[in-house]
């Protein structure tokens, strides 16, 4: 542009007034103003990025680009600042979601937490603390809802189902007393509800096996009275081994309780004979 107004000016000694060299010494002018209104603005926008003020990095590309439209340098320094503030935007809104999901988990709201967490990866996928969070809610939400199943369970006497959940409790949290509690009282319980079993299948055949020695009115001993086959045999079979089976889970089948079995299903087998 100096050189074009030096141009201009020098026509203008030749030609004063002449219209093209008039017109030349203005667009040269205004051009250089222009250019000079450009450095300042690329200037001022580079010294913003610098400091971390992308907002006013991205104002002064912007203006720099009003001067010189489509200039590269310009262009780059709106790029990069937009860049930076999409991503500070991206940290405020993980930084959001990761102290209410910390704050939800320290409420045991497992599900919040849970969702917060999830929300915080989307702003940075991969990051240790969010997933850290989101595990150990996910985590916490299953032994809860473990134990709580467990332990409704063990209140409707299903025992089985109670220890079941608090050995999926165990799995969540490896040694955790409540869990280890539940589950050995859960044990307990059916070793007893098993043992309760067997006595009344006992006592059950021991009223229903054949009478004799009945009296009769003189006093004499009547003939043994036999009821036969007895019917649904097969279920009572199943039965003692359903018993059998519960012992042997428990781990508690020892010598006794064998014995009683195995005289309880002779004792089916050998009804009516």
Known sequence: ?????????????????????????????????????????LEAGQEALGKKNYREAEAQANEALEFKPGDVAATQLRAAAQERIEAAEREEKYQAALTS????????????????????????????????????????GKYQAAMKEGRAAFE?????????????ALGLKLGDEAARQLQKESALAAEEDADRRLAVF?????????????????????QPVDH??????????????MLRAEYQRLQCLNSDRDDRLKKLKNKILGWGK
């Open 101 to 140: 999901g910390q704050a939800a988990f320290d409420a045991q709201q497992w599900a919040e937490a849970e969702r917060l967490a999830n929300e915080a990866l989307k702003y940075k996928p991969g990051d240790v603390a969010a997933t850290q969070l989101r595990d150990a809610a996910e985590r916490e």
């Open 228 to 241: 036969g086959p007895l019917s649904h045999s097969k279920d009572y079979l199943d039965q003692v081994d």
């Open 156 to 168: 409707e006497k299903n025992y089985r189902a109670a220890e079941a959940q608090a050995k999926a």
């Open 202 to 222: 006992e006592v059950w055949f021991h009223l229903r096996r054949k009478v004799s020695n009945i009296l009769q009115d003189n006093g004499e001993p009547a």
């Open 1 to 41: 542009y100096r050189e074009a107004e030096a141009q201009a000016n020098e026509a203008l000694k030749y030609k004063p007034g002449d219209d093209a060299a008039t017109r030349l010494q203005d667009a040269a002018q205004k051009g250089a103003k222009a250019e000079k209104q450009y450095q300042a603005a």
